[in-house]
Every structure is written in structure tokens, then in C-alpha cells.
């Protein structure tokens, strides 16, 4: 099955700082992209990969799950840590989830968390009817695109396949369990307007880590997919500042610091 145009996934060589963008659910490496190129102008290594059963259609993500979501971002962790000193995970809302578990599953492998807008949770009387419902119903409407920016738009799908929202339902709760495991460093970067996650899930995380070392910073010009919006800029700015502080190599190789 063909790629979405811009749906495609990221890699770029830099130096010696690793850092892990993980995309959102029906989302793609587009909603990341810039933040990624960003990065990578800064000479960091940076990978950003096209998660199972995204970027093409519905359908391919019915046949996926959490598991196969994670698999892949659990690979890619292990292909910087190979050829990085430090690394780093960051994530957008489930790709939030996506950070933090790899934060509570590799410990001092990696060296800090950027999340924005980080899903904790499936909520409303939906998330208790998914066990049945997705045998009966195939799709509800998707949910790509919360973005206050005019003519801003992310590539996502649609529809919401129910089978693949269900196992999501399942993977944060897994993720919930294991946020107590999640020591490094966190910076936690969320919009007030956010019309798909509520502020209720960045105050989970936030209170379920053991992170002593923890920044919030609110993004009050940006709906979900901040980083495809007004606080985009600030949103790359703020996690390049939190990598330096944390990775004092960073910057000593002539272009690091450039940009």
C-alpha cells in the first residue's frame, strides 16, 4: 500500500546526540516533521519513524495493535543507542505514551523525555463499549487536524478503526502502570485548548512519575497537534534548550549549536 504524500518516515545522520520523535494514533511522521528537521539542522541524530499501519489508510491500522506500535519505536531506540553517547525520546500525544514507556523500560539508556500533549488515557462512555463495540462497528470519525493554525493541516486518517482504538485503550493502561518506572528528566509541554486529549492525562503523567527533574511549559496558542501550530517554534526552541542543558556535549563540534 502506497505512502500518504509527506507521510513518510525521517532519518537524519548528525552527531553524537540521539533523539526519537514518536507520532501520534492515526497521525504520521508529518505531524513531527518540522521539529524533526529542526533537530536535525542542529546537528543531533534524529530518527522518525512511520509506526505500523499508519500513513496509508484505515485499514491497514484495523490490523495492527499497541504492541506492533511499540516494536517499532523499541527498534529504533536501539538503533541510536548504537551509534549515540546520549539519547533522547520525545513524542506527541500517543507517541507521548509511546516515549514514556521506553523511558520506564530502558532507565538510564536514555537521558531525558520531551512529551506534547501526551494521551494517558481513552475516555468517556466510548472507551467502556470499544471490548464490544468494535465487533459491531469498524470505524468511528477520526480525530487528526485539532490545529488553531489557518491552513495548517495534518495528515492522519479519517476514520478511527475500533479494533486499533481499542488496543490503545489497552496500551495506555499498560503505560499507566509503568509511569512510576519513568525517572529521567521530563519536560511536558501542553495547549489549555486541546479538543482531543484533556489536560487530565499531562496531569496524570505528571503525577505518576518519579522524575525529580520536571519543566511544564503551556502552549496557549495551540490546539492538539501543537507542533503543526502557533507554538510550533517554541515547542522545538524549548526541547532543543532541554536536550543542551542535559547532553553538555552538545554544541562543542563547530555546528551543534548553530542554526
Same mark, same amino acid.
Given at each position: 500500500m502506497p505512502l500518504l504524500p509527506g507521510a513518510e518516515p525521517f532519518r537524519h545522520e548528525g552527531g553524537e546526540i540521539g533523539v526519537l520523535l514518536c507520532h501520534g494514533f492515526t497521525g504520521s511522521p508529518q505531524s513531527l516533521r518540522p521539529w524533526a528537521e529542526y533537530l536535525a539542522e542542529r546537528d543531533l541524530t534524529v530518527s522518525l519513524p512511520l509506526l505500523p499501519g499508519h500513513g496509508t489508510r484505515w485499514e491497514d491500522l484495523q490490523l495492527t495493535g499497541w504492541q !506492533?506500535?511499540?516494536?517499532?519505536? !523499541?527498534?529504533?531506540?536501539?538503533?541510536?543507542?548504537?551509534r549515540c553517547t546520549q539519547v533522547f525520546v520525545a513524542g506527541l500525544s500517543m507517541g507521548g505514551a509511546l516515549a514514556l514507556r521506553l523511558a520506564a523500560k530502558h532507565g538510564d539508556a536514555i537521558s531525558g523525555v520531551v512529551v506534547v500533549n501526551p494521551a494517558n488515557k481513552v475516555h468517556g462512555l466510548a472507551a467502556y463499549a470499544l471490548p464490544v463495540a468494535r465487533h459491531l462497528v469498524r470505524t468511528t470519525k477520526g480525530i487528526a487536524s485539532d490545529i488553531a493554525l489557518p491552513g495548517s493541516v495534518e495528515i492522519g486518517y479519517d476514520r478511527v478503526p475500533l479494533h486499533a482504538a481499542h488496543s490503545l485503550r489497552r496500551f495506555f493502561q499498560q503505560v499507566d502502570g509503568e509511569l512510576p518506572q519513568v525517572t529521567q528528566p521530563l519536560l511536558l509541554l501542553r495547549s489549555p485548548q486541546d479538543h482531543v486529549v484533556p489536560p487530565a492525562d499531562s496531569a496524570r503523567v505528571l503525577s505518576r512519575i518519579s522524575s525529580t527533574d520536571v519543566q511544564e511549559i503551556l502552549l496557549e496558542q495551540s490546539y492538539h497537534v501543537a507542533t503543526l501550530d502557533h507554538d510550533a517554534d517554541r515547542i522545538f526552541a524549548e526541547s532543543f534548550a532541554f536536550i543542551g542543558r542535559l547532553a553538555p556535549s552538545l554544541g562543542k563540534e563547530g555546528t551543534a549549536a548553530g542554526g
Open positions: !506492533d506500535w511499540y516494536a517499532e519505536v !523499541d527498534r529504533e531506540l536501539r538503533a541510536l543507542s548504537e
